[in-house]
């Protein structure tokens, strides 16, 4: 994800993390709930993983398999640019075997960017229709918008997110800046979400700190955390975020899914063992790693 990733001016860029949100003194309850680390990347097919986290020579059918060994969850762009049909998904599911592992798909583009998401229903049906049949694999679901999509249009996101199931757990993306550099339009958009029950993604990105909001709509978290690869500056971040997330852990946090985007590939494997260092999960069981 290449997002607000402007590495030319990285190092003035750099800022600690901002205080929380309004809304997520609201939202912790300050009882500690013991849960998973849940560590991915944007998909398991990366030409980076290959002789690195890989074994070289892997054959196709098994990179799955392999990634669910050393993640255990993964953000699902392969639904951004299709809807599959339930058989695709359960054959995704029978390559994690017995592991616990999530699945958190990202809505359809034909919604999210192509749709005004008020003549959606149909597309949305057959999303949902498809994804359910991860059953127990099925993370939280993301709606990423698009960078044009301004508040000016907040009606229709509003209703749309109404309209979606209650029992499924669904969190926003929203890179337009006048989402966060508005306070009317960024209060109103915490509140909203909170009253629907709907997660706020927060996006650590550098050259969008505006989108770093720490703001906990629900109790749980999606992180997307985009690094360079191999700058110091990568792992003092890391560092800050260890801090911060044991700090919401101890005030209720439920969740955590944290998504790893390195931007340059040859760094990815490095990175991730230097995550699994600073969180102390042992390589191929992260699952078992508890807050």
Not at 135 to 152: A, C, K, T
Not at 235 to 255: H, M, P, V, Y
Request: aromatic share 14%; net charge neutral.
């Amino acid at each position: 994800m290449d997002f607000g990733a402007n590495w030319q001016q990285y190092d003035q860029l750099y800022h600690p993390l901002p205080p929380d949100e309004w809304v997520t003194s609201e939202t912790l309850t300050g009882t500690a709930v013991p849960h998973p680390l849940r560590i991915g990347t944007s998909g398991w097919s990366r030409a980076a993983y290959m002789g690195t986290l890989y074994p070289r020579g892997i054959k196709e059918t098994g990179l799955l398999t392999e990634y669910s060994r050393l993640f255990n969850c993964v953000e699902l762009n392969a639904t951004h640019y299709k809807i599959y049909a339930p058989d695709a998904v359960r054959k995704w599911v029978e390559k994690t075997g017995s592991r616990d592992f999530k699945f958190c798909p990202k809505v359809p583009q034909s919604i999210s960017h192509h749709s005004t998401l008020l003549n959606a229903g149909v597309e949305t049906a057959a999303f949902l229709e498809g994804i359910a049949a991860f059953e127990d694999r099925l993370g939280p679901i993301f709606l990423q918008l698009s960078e044009y999509f301004s508040p000016v249009r907040k009606i229709n996101l509003y209703k749309y997110l109404e309209s979606l199931p209650r029992q499924l757990t669904f969190f926003v993306e929203v890179r337009h800046p006048d989402w966060f550099g508005n306070p009317r339009e960024r209060a109103e958009l915490f509140r909203t979400l909170k009253d629907l029950g709907i997660g706020a993604v927060i996006t650590d990105t550098p050259g969008r700190r505006d989108c770093l909001h720490m703001g906990l709509t629900i109790p749980k978290l999606m992180l997307r955390f985009v690094t360079q690869g191999g700058h110091p500056l990568d792992s003092i971040r890391l560092r800050d975020w260890k801090a911060r997330l044991d700090e919401w852990n101890a005030r209720g946090l439920e969740e955590t899914y944290f998504f790893l985007h390195v931007h340059d590939g040859k760094y990815e494997a490095g990175f991730y063992e230097e995550v699994q260092a600073l969180f102390g999960l042992a390589r191929s069981q992260p699952q078992m790693t508890l807050f």
